[in-house]
């Protein structure tokens, strides 16, 4: 069973509220990403999780937090949310022995009022 | 550093019709080249991966191949069909302390018409 879960689909929140998206893998992969996708731009990595290490990207560092509290499960968490975090959120997993391929959910889309 | 572009943002095609996609990259390292698709509203899934230039990636019906002369890998499908009316990402896998980090294209929107 390849399945990437996220939830939730669509999130709907008020500019300076937190926001908190979580997304589950059943692959037992040791390695977790999350990218944020707006449109007509590139999906741009913010952050991974390969086991228990996370590893954010330079000019997302402040911005984004991240937890996983065990292997299948990881979030998303926004402190204060901006207008400018309005965006599809997408989880992929991967198995770092692996080939590098990636398997994503379905997304998350947030939009911040 | 490293990246991929995508230029294309739409493609408009007729079925039966000839698909070719590019994107150029730019690495210092070896890299591993994947092409993704995402039909609507589902998450980008795997359609090839070419890790050696030169070499062809074939899957349902499409060809992929990377020049690393040109730095270049593209896409390509001899008859398009309705139903490949997709979203498709290409995307460079590099290493970075024993992790994939993946660097994804912008996308190319492709319409087929029937």
């Known amino acids: 069973d390849t399945t990437v879960k996220q939830n939730p689909r669509y999130k709907l929140a008020r500019v300076g509220k937190p926001v908190n998206l979580i997304c589950s893998q059943t692959?037992?992969?040791?390695?977790m990403y999350w990218y944020q996708k707006k449109p007509n731009q590139a999906p741009k990595l913010l952050l991974f999780?390969?086991?228990?290490?996370?590893?954010r990207e330079a000019d997302t560092f402040e911005k984004f937090q991240s937890s996983r509290p065990n292997n299948s499960f990881c979030s998303l968490y926004i402190g204060s949310a901006g207008l400018e975090y309005s965006a599809m959120y997408l989880c992929?997993?991967?198995?770092?022995?692996?080939?590098?391929?990636?398997?994503f959910g379905e997304g998350s889309k947030l939009t911040v009022l | 550093g490293d990246s991929v572009t995508q230029k294309q943002g739409q493609v408009t095609l007729s079925e039966d019709d000839f698909l070719f996609i590019n994107c150029t990259y730019s690495?210092?390292?070896?890299?591993?080249l994947f092409w993704y698709v995402q039909y609507p509203g589902q998450g980008p899934q795997l359609l090839l991966k070419v890790t050696t230039a030169n070499n062809k990636g074939i899957s349902r019906g499409f060809e992929a191949t990377y020049d690393k002369g040109t730095t270049s890998f593209h896409l390509q499908k001899a008859s398009v069909q309705e139903s490949d009316s997709a979203v498709y990402f290409c995307a460079l896998a590099l290493t970075s302390g024993g992790n994939y980090k993946p660097t994804f294209g912008k996308g190319t929107s492709l319409v087929v018409h029937p």
């Open positions: 999780y390969y086991d228990k290490i996370l590893n």
């Open positions: 692959m037992n992969h040791d390695t």
């Open positions: 992929a997993s991967s198995s770092g022995s692996g080939t590098g391929q990636l398997y």
């Open positions: 690495t210092t390292t070896y890299p591993t």
